[in-house]
C-alpha cells in the first residue's frame, strides 16, 4: 500500500510530534504494512522515531489497540513513545529499531534471533485487558468444541509474518495490530506456515519450532485443528484476494496441514465447512460422494475387482508437442498419447482413496499408466489455454469447485462447458489427479487439476501440488494414459 508523507499530517500533529523529538530533517517512508495510512522512519535532531498514523475511520487501523498493548510488549517490541489525537488523525511515535525484514529462509542466520524473540513472547505475562480470544479469531473456520484446543492464557500476536519481525543484533516484534489471548505455541503454528513459504520443507520447519518451548509441549491434537482451521482460512483470503503472495500462503498452510495429517497417520479428508481431519482405520478404495465421516467407511477391495466394476473407458487420443516448462517440469517434447476421457469412475462417480501406487497398478491393469506431470499439463492446456476449456475463469458449468460445487464429488460428466476441446472431461476441479514427477531426483508425486474443495486458481492447467505418495483422499482420483490406442473404446 502507498504511503503518505509526513506532511500529509495535519500541522497540529506534527508540532505536537516536534516538540517531543525535536526538528524533523527528513523522512524515509515505510516499504511495507496495511494497517496505517502514514508510516516511516522520521529524522529528527535527537535521533530518528518511527511514526505510523491513520485517520479516524481508516479500515484496517489499530492505532489505539497498539497503543493499549504497547506497555505490555516493550520486553520483545520497540517502546511506544507519544499518541497523538488531533485533526481527525490518530499518531503514534515509536522509538526507532534499526534492522531489516526478518530472512525466514533455509540457513538464514535470522533464524536464531526470530526464535529467540517469539520464545520470549511466550513468556510474557498476560497483560490484563479485555483482549479476544483465538477460538474468536477462528470462529468461521471450524467448530466451537475444536477451536476450544487453542484456548489458553498466553498473549498471542496472531501475524507474526518477516516484515512484523524486524533483525538487526536481536529480533523485534512490530505491528500489534491483533492482540489475542490463547495458547503460545498458536503464534509458533502460524509461523510455520510463513517457513513453508520460505522454502521449509515441513520436517526443517517443525525441527525449528521445537527450539519453543511452547511447541515442544503443544498438544498433537491441537495443533491438528490449528492446521485444518489455518489453512480453510488462507484458503479463503486468497479467494477473496487472489494476489501471488495470499495463494502461497495458502498453497503453505495447506502443505502443513497434510504433514501434520502424515505424522499422525491420518487420510486427509476435508470436510466442507468445518476443515475437519477423520482418520480411517486403514487405506481404502473410496467412490467419492459426501465425505463419509470417520468409522463408516466401506471396506477395501482389490484392485482387480475395482476395476472389474468400473465404467467403460473411452480412450481420446491427445496430439504431441514441445511442452514449454512449468513450474514443475523442464522444456520437453510429448508425444501423441491416449488418454481416458474422464477421472476413472464406478457408477458416474470418480473412484477415490487410491495412493499414487495403488493408483498406478489399477492404471497398468488397464492396460495404461498414470501420466507424467509434463504430459498432463500438455493435455490439460497444450501450452496456450490457462484453463482446460480456454482462458475463462472457472463457472459453476465448467467445473465442481469450492466457490459453486456442492462440496463433494460429482458425476465426472456433470460439467459439459468444462471440456477441452479434445473432449476430455473433468480436467479441472471435482477431483485432483496423480501425475509423476520421474525426471525430479526426489521423484516427488504430483496432483493436477483441484477438486470440488479447491480455490479458482488451483483449477489452472499449470497448477500442481506436491505430495507424498502413500497419500490417499476422497478427494484424489486417476486418469490413466496410453501410448498405443486401445483395441475398443477409442476416439480420435
Excluded at 58 to 72: C, D, G, K, L, Y
Excluded at 118 to 138: I, K, N, S, Y
Excluded at 282 to 306: E, I, K, M, N, Q
Amino acid at each position: 500500500m502507498t504511503k503518505l508523507g509526513w506532511k500529509s499530517l495535519p500541522s497540529a500533529a506534527r508540532k505536537a510530534i516536534e516538540t517531543r523529538v525535536g526538528p524533523v530533517s527528513g523522512w524515509t517512508a515505510a516499504a511495507t504494512g496495511m494497517n496505517s495510512t502514514v508510516a516511516g522512519a522520521l529524522h529528527t535532531s535527537a535521533g530518528t522515531v518511527f511514526v505510523k498514523a491513520a485517520e479516524h475511520g481508516h479500515p484496517w487501523a489499530a492505532q489505539r489497540t497498539e497503543a493499549v498493548i504497547n506497555p505490555h510488549v516493550t520486553p520483545v517490541s520497540p517502546r511506544l513513545l507519544l499518541h497523538v489525537d488531533t485533526a481527525g488523525w490518530d499518531v503514534l511515535v515509536f522509538e526507532f529499531v534499526p534492522g531489516r525484514s526478518a530472512d525466514l529462509g533455509p540457513g538464514s542466520p535470522d533464524l536464531d534471533p526470530v526464535a529467540d524473540v517469539v520464545a520470549a513472547l511466550g513468556r510474557l505475562p498476560l497483560p490484563d485487558l479485555a483482549l479476544p480470544t483465538v477460538q474468536e479469531h477462528f470462529t468461521t473456520g471450524g467448530e466451537t468444541a475444536e477451536l476450544e484446543q487453542l484456548a489458553g492464557r498466553d498473549l498471542l500476536h496472531l501475524d507474526l509474518n518477516p516484515d512484523n519481525i524486524r533483525v538487526n543484533t536481536r529480533a523485534r516484534i512490530v505491528d500489534w495490530a491483533s492482540p489475542t489471548v490463547g495458547a503460545a505455541w498458536v503464534d509458533v503454528a502460524g509461523l510455520i506456515v510463513r517457513l513453508l513459504d520460505a522454502g521449509h520443507t515441513p520436517e526443517s520447519a517443525d525441527r525449528w519450532a521445537r527450539r519453543m518451548p511452547a511447541w515442544r509441549s503443544a498438544p498433537a491434537a491441537g495443533v491438528a485443528v490449528h492446521a485444518a482451521v489455518n489453512a480453510r482460512a488462507w484458503a479463503k483470503t486468497a479467494q477473496r484476494a487472489p494476489f501471488p503472495w495470499a495463494v502461497r500462503l495458502a498453497d503453505a498452510a495447506e502443505q502443513w496441514l497434510h504433514y501434520r495429517a502424515r505424522r499422525r497417520s491420518w487420510s486427509v479428508v476435508r470436510m466442507p465447512e468445518q476443515g475437519r481431519l477423520s482418520r480411517p482405520a486403514s487405506p481404502r478404495v473410496l467412490v467419492s460422494g459426501p465425505v463419509p465421516p470417520a468409522g463408516s467407511v466401506p471396506a477395501a477391495r482389490d484392485l482387480s475387482t475395482v476395476a472389474a466394476g468400473l465404467d467403460a473407458v473411452q480412450w481420446i487420443r491427445v496430439s504431441g508437442g514441445r511442452a514449454p516448462a512449468g513450474e514443475w517440469h523442464p522444456a520437453q517434447d510429448v508425444p501423441d498419447l491416449w488418454w481416458a476421457s474422464a477421472p476413472l469412475a464406478e457408477d458416474g462417480l470418480p473412484v477415490t482413496g487410491l495412493s499414487l501406487v495403488a493408483a498406478a497398478q489399477l492404471a497398468a491393469l488397464l492396460g495404461g499408466r498414470l501420466p507424467t506431470s509434463a504430459e498432463w499439463e500438455w493435455m490439460a492446456g497444450r501450452g496456450r489455454r490457462r484453463f482446460p476449456w480456454g482462458d475463462e475463469p472457472p463457472e459453476p458449468g465448467s467445473a465442481n469447485l469450492r466457490d459453486f460445487g456442492p462440496g463433494c464429488a460429482t458425476p465426472v460428466t456433470a460439467h459439459p462447458a468444462g471440456r477441452t476441446a479434445e473432449g476430455l472431461w473433468d480436467v479441472a476441479g471435482n477431483v485432483w489427479e496423480w501425475t509423476t514427477a520421474p525426471w525430479r531426483r526426489d521423484r516427488i508425486a504430483l496432483l493436477r487439476g483441484g477438486s470440488y474443495n479447491s480455490l479458482i486458481q488451483y483449477a489452472s492447467c499449470a497448477h500442481a501440488n506436491d505430495v507424498p505418495g502413500h497419500l490417499s483422499s476422497p478427494g484424489i482420483g486417476l486418469r490413466p494414459v496410453r501410448h498405443t490406442p486401445p483395441t475398443s473404446g477409442a476416439a480420435t
